[in-house]
C-alpha cells in the first residue's frame, strides 16, 4: 500500500519570501500525485495534480510542484507567498490506474505567513 | 450552483443518539467518499460509493452506516454516537479514477457531549 509523508508540522514564513512544502511518497511504481489546499472552516480544494510527462506541474494561485522520482518526492513551491496563502496543505498519491478510493493523504502542513 | 453540499454545518449531540450527516452533489459524479479529520491523524476515508446502491468501507468504518439511494446523496449516520466519533466529517465526490481529483464539501464538525 502506498503512504505520504509530509515531514513538517507546521511552517511559518513572511509574505514576499518564497516557499517549499515537502511531500515524499511509498510506492512501487510511479503513482498519481496531488496537492490540496484547505483554508479554515472548508474543505479541500485541488492545487495541482501530476499523472506522467513534464515532472515540473503548475497549480493555481501561483504554486508548482517537482516530480522527482529518485527521490520519491513531489515538493509545492510558490516563489512569492502572500498572506491569504496561509492555510493547510495536504499531498496525496493514488496508484495509477485504480480507483480514487485508494487516495491516500499525508497529515498536512499548516503554513503561517507574517505580515 | 453546482457543487457539494453538506448539512449541517454545525452538530452536537449526546452520546448514545443518532445522527444523520446529509451530502447532496449536483455533478453526478459516481464516486462519494466520507472522511473524517482529526489533529495528529489527517484525513481518514470512512466509506466510499462507486454508484447508487453500492458502498463499500474504508479505513475507519465502525460505528457509521451510509446509504446512497440516488445518485447525488450519501448521507452518513452514526447509530449510536460516541465521543470518539467527535470530528469534523467531510465529504467528497469524483468521477471515479485514480486520477480524477476530489471536489470537498464545507464539512459538519460534530460534537458528542
Known amino acids: 500500500a502506498q503512504s505520504v509523508t509530509q515531514p513538517d508540522i507546521h511552517i511559518t514564513v513572511s509574505e514576499g519570501a518564497s516557499l517549499e512544502l515537502r511531500c515524499n511518497y511509498s510506492?512501487?511504481?510511479?503513482?498519481?500525485l496531488f496537492w490540496y489546499v484547505q483554508s479554515p472552516g472548508q474543505g479541500l480544494q485541488l492545487l495541482l495534480k501530476y499523472f506522467s510527462g513534464d515532472t515540473l506541474v503548475q497549480g493555481i494561485k501561483g504554486f508548482e510542484a517537482e516530480f522527482k522520482r529518485s527521490q520519491s518526492s513531489f515538493n509545492l513551491r510558490k516563489p512569492s507567498v502572500h498572506w491569504s496563502d496561509a492555510a493547510e496543505y495536504f499531498c496525496a498519491v493514488a496508484p495509477s490506474g485504480a480507483g480514487s478510493y485508494q487516495l491516500t493523504f499525508g497529515k498536512g502542513t499548516k503554513l503561517s505567513v507574517i505580515p | 450552483d453546482a457543487g457539494i453540499t453538506q448539512s449541517p454545518r454545525y452538530k452536537i449531540t449526546e452520546t448514545g443518539r443518532q445522527v444523520t450527516l446529509m451530502c447532496h452533489q449536483t455533478?453526478?459524479?459516481?464516486?462519494m467518499f466520507w472522511y473524517r479529520q482529526d489533529l495528529g491523524h489527517g484525513l481518514r476515508l470512512i466509506y466510499y460509493s462507486a454508484a447508487a446502491d453500492i458502498t463499500d468501507k474504508g479505513e475507519v468504518p465502525d460505528g457509521y452506516v451510509v446509504s446512497r439511494s440516488k445518485t447525488e446523496n450519501f448521507p452518513l449516520t452514526l447509530e449510536s454516537a460516541t465521543r470518539s466519533q467527535t470530528s469534523v466529517y467531510f465529504c467528497a465526490s469524483s468521477e471515479g479514477g485514480s486520477n480524477s481529483p476530489l471536489h470537498f464539501g464545507n464539512g459538519t464538525r460534530l460534537t458528542v457531549t
Open positions: 510506492y512501487g511504481a510511479t503513482p498519481y
Open positions: 455533478w453526478s459524479h459516481s464516486y
